[in-house]
């Protein structure tokens, strides 16, 4: 069975600083697909980033970065200049890429960006 | 930007009583899912809808909770007589595809179950 862990339950950062968030995985599977989802308070979950298995080049959004080992299993989200709006829980979340629907998720990871 | 949206956003409700929590997936999707998350716990997996049948459930998802979808664009999921430990928040999702596309999230409905 797969599983996603996070380790960090609560982080904070200094407005402009760069955050990491981490986040392991298990899985006998080759063929996979990784998330983080960020969730703001009071609103709904949305998509940060996202990293295809089979793609060795680690997954960019702007200011989002992921670092991804797949032989380690671990899957870590790098926030560069953090601003306020990063405050939020954030998501780290795992599927097949056949054969199932459903994502595995994480705990979560608070993260609070201090002015 | 197109959103999933969830009604209501909190719902009380007393032990043994039916509740049907209603989805708007984004229009042109195709697949339709259910999570929950109890308090202080990870987001887990209900179950997933396609061409009108339930695709894949997982253990949770026992013959209290069924889904539907009414209409071209409601999803609905009903628990037809609530326990105590119900009490969650419930997430639907949607996706254009399958798993290998990107689920968006709802903003959830909170269901205390007293």
């Known amino acids: 069975a797969q599983t996603v862990t996070q380790s960090q339950p609560e982080m904070s950062v200094q407005e402009a600083e760069t955050v990491t968030l981490s986040c392991t995985y298990d899985?006998?599977?080759?063929?996979?697909?990784l998330f983080w989802y960020k969730q703001p308070p009071s609103r709904q979950m949305i998509l940060v980033i996202r990293?295809?298995?089979?793609?060795?080049q680690n997954a960019t959004e702007n200011r989002f970065s992921v670092n991804f080992q797949k032989a380690a299993k671990s899957f870590s989200l790098k926030i560069s200049d953090s601003q306020l709006g990063d405050t939020a829980m954030y998501f780290c979340?795992?599927?097949?890429?056949?054969?199932?629907?459903?994502?595995?998720f994480g705990t979560g990871t608070r993260l609070k960006v201090l002015a | 930007e197109p959103e999933v949206t969830q009604t209501p956003s909190h719902q009380v409700t007393q032990m043994g009583q039916e509740v049907i929590l209603r989805c708007v997936p984004i229009?042109?999707?195709?697949?339709f899912y259910w999570y929950r998350q109890i308090l202080g716990q990870k987001v887990e997996f209900l179950v997933s809808?396609?061409?009108?049948?339930?695709?894949?459930k997982s253990e949770i998802f026992d013959d209290q909770f069924s889904v539907e979808r009414p209409d071209g664009s409601n999803f609905t999921l009903k628990i037809r007589s609530t326990k105590l430990e119900d009490s969650a928040m419930y997430f639907c999702?949607?996706?254009?595809?399958?798993?290998?596309?990107?689920?968006?999230f709802g903003p959830g409905t909170r269901l205390t179950v007293l």
């Open positions: 990293q295809e298995a089979y793609k060795q």
């Open positions: 899985t006998s599977e080759s063929n996979y697909y």
């Open positions: 979340a795992f599927t097949l890429s056949s054969g199932t629907y459903k994502y595995i």
């Open positions: 809808f396609y061409n009108n049948e339930i695709s894949e």
């Open positions: 229009s042109n999707h195709l697949y």
């Open positions: 999702a949607s996706s254009l595809t399958d798993s290998t596309d990107t689920q968006y």
